[in-house]
């Protein structure tokens, strides 16, 4: 919301990382919405 950006557009962008570095980033969780895997975490350092 703070970025003017619609959910569809940030999932399509997500989803075109992930492919392009052959690995999920995000896992849902029925409690948190969604949280960084460990390769996530792992880039979040860049």
Request: charged share 25%; net charge positive.
């Amino acid at each position: 919301k703070r970025l003017a950006v619609d959910y569809t557009t940030v999932s399509r962008r997500i989803s075109s990382l992930e492919a392009a570095l052959g690995t999920l980033l995000f896992e849902k969780s029925r409690t948190s919405g969604f949280v960084l895997t460990a390769e996530g975490q792992r880039l979040l350092g860049y």
